[in-house]
C-alpha cells in the first residue's frame, strides 16, 4: 500500500547548522509529495510541495526535490535557527477518486542558541 | 482570506457519551478533510468530503461519521466514545480540485480528552 518513512526524531542541531531530514515513500500512482510543518499546540502549516520528478519545492530557506527514481523527497535547510524547532511532516497525496493524504511519523527537530 | 476554523478547541468527555466537532474551511474550499492526531499512531486519514459527498474514508469504526453541509462547513460525530478516542482532531480543506497539487490548509484542531 501507500506509505511514507521519515527518519526517526528528535533530531537535535546547534542554530546555523545544516539540516537533512529524510524521507521516502511508496504510491501506487504519481503522487504530489509534500512536507508540513507543527509548531506546538498548532495544526499543521504547509511548508513546501512538489508535484512532478524533479521539482523542487522550496520556502523559508527549505529545500526538498522529488526523485522519483530513489522514491525521496528529503528536507533540507543550510542554516538553522532556534525558531525552526517543530516536527516536520513529510507526505503524500493522490487523487484516486477523492483525495488521500498519507503521512510520515513526523520528526521533531530541536534547535539549540 | 480567513483560516480554516475549528470548534471546540478543547473539549472534555465521559465514556460511553458522543460529540460532535465542526469544521469551517477557507472561503471557496470545497474539499475537507478530518485527521486524528495520537502520539502513538500519528496522524490518521478519517475521511474526506466534498460538495456534501464522502469521497474518501479511513480505516476508523462506524462510530467515526462525519457530514458536509452546502456552505463546505463540515462536522464529524463520535458515539460511543472510548478512553482511545483521546486525540488532536485536525480538519483540512482544499480548493478540491482534480489536478494536482492536493495541498491542504489545516485548522488549529479540536483536543478530544475522553475520560
Known amino acids: 500500500g501507500d506509505s511514507v518513512t521519515q527518519m526517526e526524531g528528535p533530531v537535535t542541531l546547534s542554530e546555523e547548522a545544516f539540516l537533512t531530514i529524510n524521507c521516502t515513500y511508496t504510491?501506487?500512482?504519481?503522487?504530489?509529495l509534500f512536507w508540513y510543518v507543527q509548531y506546538p499546540g498548532e495544526g499543521l502549516q504547509l511548508l513546501l510541495k512538489a508535484t512532478k520528478a524533479d521539482d523542487k519545492g522550496s520556502n523559508k530557506g527549505f529545500e526538498a526535490t522529488y526523485r522519483k527514481e530513489t522514491t525521496s523527497f528529503h528536507l533540507e535547510k543550510g542554516s538553522v535557527q532556534v525558531s525552526d524547532s517543530a516536527v516536520y511532516f513529510c507526505?503524500?497525496?493522490?487523487?484516486?477518486?477523492?483525495?488521500?493524504?498519507?503521512f510520515g511519523a513526523g520528526t521533531r527537530l530541536f534547535v539549540k542558541a | 482570506k480567513a483560516g480554516v476554523t475549528q470548534t471546540p478547541r478543547y473539549l472534555i468527555k465521559t465514556r460511553g457519551q458522543q460529540v460532535t466537532l465542526s469544521c469551517s474551511p477557507i472561503?471557496?474550499?470545497?474539499?475537507v478533510s478530518w485527521y486524528q492526531q495520537t502520539p502513538g499512531q500519528g496522524l490518521q486519514f478519517l475521511f474526506e468530503?466534498?460538495?456534501?459527498?464522502?469521497?474518501n474514508k479511513g480505516n476508523f469504526p462506524g462510530r467515526f461519521s462525519g457530514r458536509q453541509f452546502s456552505n463546505s462547513r463540515s462536522e464529524m460525530n463520535v458515539s460511543t466514545l472510548e478512553l482511545g478516542d483521546s486525540a488532536l482532531y485536525l480538519c483540512?480543506?482544499?480548493?478540491?480540485?482534480?489536478?494536482?497539487?492536493?495541498?491542504?490548509?489545516f485548522g488549529p484542531g479540536t483536543r478530544l480528552t475522553v475520560t
Open positions: 504510491a501506487t500512482g504519481y503522487p504530489s
Open positions: 472561503s471557496g474550499h470545497r474539499s
Open positions: 468530503y466534498f460538495s456534501e459527498t464522502q469521497r
Open positions: 507526505a503524500l497525496s493522490l487523487n484516486t477518486g477523492g483525495f488521500k493524504t498519507i
Open positions: 483540512a480543506s482544499s480548493p478540491g480540485a482534480a489536478i494536482p497539487p492536493y495541498e491542504q490548509y
